[in-house]
Nanobody, 119 residues
Framework: QVQLVESGGGLVQAGGSLRLSCVAS????????MNWYRQAPGNQRELVAG???????NYADSVKGRFTISRDNTRNTVYLQMNSLKPEDTAVYYC?????????????WGQGTQVTVSS
């Protein structure tokens, strides 16, 4: 089992910045990707940014150039630096990880952290 705990959400004005953190604990070997998703009220959960254990990253078009995902494997932590925030970035942000164990893929989610951007 892998546990994911997010932190760093909050209320910020448009144009501001926040940095989210997600710490993984438990059986953390063979974690492949660690990602950030978000879900706004009435919307489906969507991928914001992803990172693989090989170091590649990908971003939703809506956040390219504003958000940066990074990983510190020594601390089992993934970060999401969010700059130039917009009201439409308001959502609950979830950390996500996938892991291969014994030929089976496991997917884990954190509890979410609220990000609210005021106009």
């Amino acid at each position: 089992q892998v546990q994911l705990v997010e932190s760093g959400g909050g209320l910020v004005q448009a144009g501001g910045s926040l940095r989210l953190s997600c710490v993984a604990s438990g059986t953390i070997f063979s974690i492949n990707s660690m990602n950030w998703y978000r879900q706004a009220p009435g919307n489906q959960r969507e991928l914001v940014a992803g990172s693989t254990s090989a170091g590649s990253t990908n971003y939703a078009d809506s956040v390219k150039g504003r958000f940066t995902i990074s990983r510190d494997n020594t601390r089992n932590t993934v970060y999401l630096q969010m700059n130039s925030l917009k009201p439409e970035d308001t959502a609950v942000y979830y950390c996500n990880a996938d892991q291969w164990r014994g030929g089976t893929r496991y997917i884990y989610w954190g509890q979410g952290t609220q990000v609210t951007v005021s106009s």
